[in-house]
């Protein structure tokens, strides 16, 4: 369990520096350069990553249930996914009414993806993975709001209609792909057993 309260605080951490400490980020890319900054902290968010999903497959092992949800609330987490992964491909596409609509589709994408996640899955190493993730969506939505008041941060204009097309279409079959074969080849968990 201690690797994975390790690698979450070091991940979402690194991912709240902007919020957390906002003159660190800037005397790092001071010292090290921007590139240099990107190269440091792209590694760090990898290694922490990998920490945490580590952390997270050994806590799966030896930690108990805080709660046993009802059976049916997994359709309820494939539906809630089926939005968290649109939100994310709209994320990474030009702006269309979804990307516009919903401001910061990625941050969305991930609280969505957390609570989920929360609904179906009752064991302490989960409840303390997802948990975060949601605790850290609604705090980075928060710091973006007050940067978009303070005229910090801009917000993508909208492109065209047809980007929320793709979004839907390649989220349905990304969600497809992860819930028939993906997930389970990776994290060794079935979301519908067959």
């Known amino acids: 369990m201690t690797l994975l309260i390790v690698g979450i605080i070091i991940f979402l951490g690194l991912h709240l520096i902007r919020v957390i400490a906002p003159g660190l980020r800037q005397s790092m890319i001071d010292s090290l350069g921007e590139h240099g900054w990107k190269i440091a902290y792209s590694i760090v968010s990898i290694l922490s990553l990998i920490l945490l999903i580590y952390g997270f497959g050994q806590a799966r092992q030896v930690t108990g249930m805080l709660y046993t949800p009802p059976v049916w609330m997994a359709h309820v987490t494939l539906t809630l996914m089926l939005l968290a992964i649109i939100c994310l491909v709209a994320s990474l596409l030009p702006a269309g009414h979804i990307a516009v609509k919903t401001k910061h589709p ?29 605790a850290w969506g609604v705090i980075l939505r928060i710091a973006l709001k007050r940067r978009e008041r303070a005229g910090e941060l801009t917000l993508r204009p909208f492109v065209s209609g047809k980007y929320d097309l793709y979004a839907v279409i390649i989220g349905v079959v990304a969600w497809a792909l992860i819930t028939f074969k993906l997930h389970e080849l990776l994290i060794g968990v079935a979301p519908i057993v067959m």
Do not use: D, P, Q
């Open 106 to 134: 990625m941050v969305l994408s991930v609280k969505i993806w957390a609570f989920s996640h929360l609904l179906a899955n009752g064991e302490t190493s989960s409840v303390l993975l997802f948990g975060a993730f949601l």
